[in-house]
């Protein structure tokens, strides 16, 4: 049993038992008002929660709008400016609103609400890109994945035809307001693979423009060549959502991605994407991600996949089931933080045992999932050469970044293109 103690004293602790049980908002709270990020339900439905920052700089969005979170212990409210979490009326900690940027209530040059093209989650700035996923337009069987709400989300919160100068105009509004050093790309299916040649594009203008790391999310190509071509480009990330590591589950809650792609070919994806950090441009760092949402299949499976995916030196990136409102699964329970713990500890203790890049990337703050490094709170192991040496590679990355940065942000003069936009040269 988690008790009040545990809680004041373990932020990821906190982290992770918001996302399993939700957050319920006193009267008090302003949250806009006071420079808070507004709801938005977007990237598959996970971002659905109120977005803040725990004590040790631990971002999350806290589910707010499910079901589940009308009974939860924690509520939060706004005492003399500050914001207060409470656990069943006890104290825990105060918190952050994370803040709103600018250009969150501004709208690009062609009209469009910025925060319809990409929002903040946590530090870095998320973009799903293109039209809905096509197994949401299935008919009469549906094979969307249950869990899923972006059938749901576009039209809504994101806007469904983005060109590139939008996003341009969104990444750099982004860049020089919030911060950022990394924006995520994320497609659903296409017919005839196309999500790669849709997104190429705008990776190469964020490289040349910006200088950014840019990560991929999309289904896993057929021609697994692709992702060299994407490592050549100056891609860093990679991730292949393949929610669950049980075979009949993901079949079941994952009935377009079983029929298309199947799983074996998500976890060869991940096999070979993981291979070529070895290859491309030394000055960009590159990892493979699995990603599965704990909670949809049983934790020993979910323990199972991660040391499945850490043995072939990628990073798994763990979610926690949320049954989002309107979906399939909207009516399930969410996991119980308990059958949670173990899976995240072994989450740091596989990725410091295999000695994975974890938490290298400066400025990097993910508030829908537990990051690897967050969870050392939950182990009781200690890798203490392990941890050393990736301090050290956090500080050497970061300072050549940050010098590439610098560079790049020196203004350049104008130039034409032949389709007559006008981009720096
Ligand atoms: S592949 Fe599944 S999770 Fe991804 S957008 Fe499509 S339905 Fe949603």
């Not at 971002?47 to 920052?53: A, H, N, P, T, V």
């Not at 996923?133 to 709400?149: D, G, L, Q, R």
């Not at 699995?290 to 990136?317: K, N, Q, Y």
Request: hydrophobic residues 35%.
């Amino acid at each position: 049993m988690i008790s009040l103690s545990d809680l004041r004293s373990n932020p990821a602790l906190v982290k992770l038992d918001l996302y399993c049980k939700g957050l319920r908002l006193d009267d008090s709270c302003l949250v806009e008002e006071d420079g808070g990020r507004k709801v938005l339900r977007t990237r598959a439905g996970l971002g659905s929660g109120l977005e803040l920052i725990l004590p040790g700089n631990l971002w999350t969005n806290a589910p707010v709008t499910e079901r589940f979170a009308a009974d939860s212990p924690y509520t939060l409210h706004r005492e003399n400016g500050r914001y207060l979490l409470r656990w069943n009326g006890d104290d825990v900690t105060a918190v952050t609103l994370s803040p709103r940027p600018g250009w969150y209530d501004r709208q690009t040059s062609t009209a469009k609400p910025m925060t319809r093209i990409g929002t903040l989650q946590g530090t870095y700035l998320g973009i799903y890109q293109a039209k809905v996923c096509e197994y949401w337009t299935v008919k009469p069987e549906k094979v969307n994945c249950k869990f899923c709400s972006v059938g749901l989300n576009l039209g809504i919160d994101d806007a469904d035809d983005k060109s590139i100068d939008e996003v341009m105009e969104v990444v750099r509004a982004a860049r020089e307001e919030s911060g950022i050093t990394y924006v995520d790309f994320n497609t659903g299916h296409y017919e005839g693979d196309t999500y790669l040649d849709i997104l190429e594009p705008f990776i190469v203008r964020i490289k040349r423009e910006l200088g950014l790391l840019v990560g991929v999310q999309t289904p896993p190509h057929r021609d697994l060549r692709r992702y060299d071509h994407l490592r050549a480009i100056g891609v860093n990330r990679v991730s292949f959502c393949f929610e669950i590591f049980d075979r009949q589950l993901f079949e079941e809650v994952c009935p377009g991605k079983h029929a298309e792609y199947g799983l074996d070919h998500y976890l060869e994806a991940v096999r070979y994407c993981a291979t070529l950090s070895r290859k491309g441009p030394k000055d960009e760092p590159w990892v493979a991600n699995g990603e599965i949402i704990a909670g949809l299949e049983p934790p020993e499976s979910s323990i199972r996949a991660i040391d499945w995916i850490t043995s072939v030196g990628a990073i798994p990136t763990v979610c926690v089931f949320r049954p989002l409102v309107g979906t399939d699964l909207q009516d399930a329970e969410p996991p119980k933080t308990e059958e949670m713990i173990p899976v995240f500890r072994r989450l740091y203790e596989a990725c410091m045992e295999r000695k994975l890049p974890v938490g290298v990337a400066p400025n990097i703050h993910v508030s829908l999932v537990m990051l690897p490094e967050e969870c050392r709170a939950l182990s009781p192991n200690r890798y203490p050469l392990q941890t050393l040496k990736l301090r050290a590679m956090s500080k050497v990355f970061g300072r050549r970044f940050g010098k590439r940065l610098e560079r790049m942000a020196t203004p350049k003069a104008p130039t034409r293109t032949a389709a007559g936009l006008a981009t720096p040269a």
